[in-house]
């Protein structure tokens, strides 16, 4: 009988994201929004001669989370939901994951949504510091969107960081203030500001195409806190190589939406196809073989 897939105890999993941080200087991060995707993460690799990299962690993106449930991208699933979800990818996987927050909810409810979370051994919650009803930051000022006053919003850090469980659980927090055009100063503000408070990392998001800016606040940041992890999504800058983050001081890159944006034209493509031909034959080379299929998970055969 073939063997099921590998997983791993809540806590050892919950363990795993800072004892990647303590031994690599860069991890790479991509979004998993189903078991089946987290499970070709697990799988992806590439070699280059002795040298082999993989994907250290899972991202689990309030963005694709909603997609895939063909809900909007605004708070609109609650926490319970894409926990379930998570739960889901936990039963097949191995790797660490890190939760898309959102705004973290209410500062009095995130307590509790911080000793869930780690309690089903995720590794790390990410809550941005916005308020109001929650827009996907890559708009920017084209749709209305406030930032959390930052003196309540360390406030929520420090509830949140006081309701963990363990010293592995980290609560990092996202600055807004460049997707709003706030300026440099105003997020390196924030960031001290969230540290002293207790985040146990900073995410900076742009929606620019030159990642000159999160290059600068990097630098800036860095003579401040030369440990403490900072964490950027390269979606709009994505020319930049995972290398050249790392060289200037990031050391958690997170591709946060590729593997559903990947899936759904080639979906798309396949369906209309079929329409047009009235068969399958002439989209076969571009779908896994059915036997693969069913090779696929172990258990199967």
């Known amino acids: 009988m073939e063997l099921p897939m590998k997983s791993v ?7 795993s994201l800072r004892k ?15 078991p089946l995707s987290a499970m070709l993460v697990e799988k992806a690799s590439y ?3 002795n040298v082999t990299v993989e994907f250290d962690a899972f991202w689990s993106s309030s963005l694709t989370d ?13 926490l319970k939901s894409r926990l379930n979800g998570v739960s889901d990818i936990f039963e097949v996987t191995t790797k660490p994951l890190i939760l898309d927050g959102d705004t973290g909810g209410k500062a009095e409810h995130l307590p509790y949504h911080i000793a869930t979370a780690e309690r089903m051994g995720v590794s790390a919650v990410i809550i941005e510091d916005k308020t109001g009803l929650k827009k996907n930051s890559l708009f920017g000022n084209d749709v209305k969107q406030t ?22 659980f980290m609560l990092i927090a996202r600055i807004e203030s460049l997707i709003l055009d706030a300026g440099l100063d105003d997020a390196l503000k924030r960031a001290l500001l969230y540290v002293e408070s207790g985040a146990d990392g900073v995410m900076i998001h742009s929606r620019k195409k030159d990642p000159s800016e999160i290059i ?21 800058f994505n020319d930049i190589k995972f290398d050249t983050l790392v060289e200037n001081g990031f050391n958690v890159v997170i591709y946060a939406n590729h593997m559903l944006r990947a899936a759904y034209p080639a979906m798309l493509s396949v369906a209309n196809q079929i329409l047009k031909y009235g068969r399958t034959l002439e989209v076969e080379d571009r779908c896994l073989d059915i036997q693969e299929i069913l090779s696929l998970i172990p258990g199967t055969r």
């Open 147 to 168: 930032q959390a006053d930052p003196i309540e919003f360390a406030e929520k850090i420090r509830l949140g960081k006081y309701a963990q469980l363990s010293s592995d």
């Open 47 to 49: 070699t280059n001669g």
């Open 66 to 78: 909603s997609t895939v449930r063909g809900k909007p991208d605004t708070e609109l699933l609650d």
């Open 216 to 236: 600068e606040f990097a630098k800036r940041f860095r003579s401040h806190y030369p440990s403490v992890p900072l964490v950027c999504v390269p979606t709009s």
């Open 9 to 15: 105890t809540s806590e050892l999993r919950g363990q």
């Open 20 to 34: 990647l941080l303590s031994k690599k200087k860069g991890i790479r991060v991509i979004e998993a929004h189903s």
